[in-house]
Nanobody
Framework: QVQLVESGGGLVQAGGSLRLSCVAS????????MGWFRQAPGKEREFVSG????????VYTDSVKGRFTISRDNAKNTMYLQMNSLKPEDTAVYHC????????????????????WGQGTQVTVSS
């Protein structure tokens, strides 16, 4: 089992920044590819960004490219999502998730490839 705990959400004005963190425990963090997903009220969960087990490759959904940066520190069992130039449409609950280490590229987009999920952290962007 892997336990994932997100933090760093909050209320920010449009154009502002937040940094989300996801701390993992229970198993070796570097054995997992990781991803961020988000779900806004009344909408389906959507992929935001993913990163391979060693941080060597990252992917993003088009709407956040150039604004969000995913990273990880395996020594700290932590993944991050730096979110800049936030927009009201970024408002959602953000979840981190862990997938088997062999996943990369387009496979990180699919939520079904993730085995473990955090409870989420709320991000609210006001206009």
């Amino acid at each position: 089992q892997v336990q994932l705990v997100e933090s760093g959400g909050g209320l920010v004005q449009a154009g502002g920044s937040l940094r989300l963190s996801c701390v993992a425990s229970g198993r070796t963090f570097s054995n997992y590819a990781m991803g961020w997903f988000r779900q806004a009220p009344g909408k389906e969960r959507e992929f935001v960004s993913g990163i391979t087990w060693n941080g060597g490759s990252t992917v993003y959904t088009d709407s956040v490219k150039g604004r969000f940066t995913i990273s990880r520190d395996n020594a700290k069992n932590t993944m991050y999502l730096q979110m800049n130039s936030l927009k009201p449409e970024d408002t959602a609950v953000y979840h981190c998730a862990a997938a088997p280490e062999y996943y990369s590229g387009r496979y990180l987009y699919n939520s079904r490839n993730y085995n473990y999920w955090g409870q989420g952290t709320q991000v609210t962007v006001s206009s």
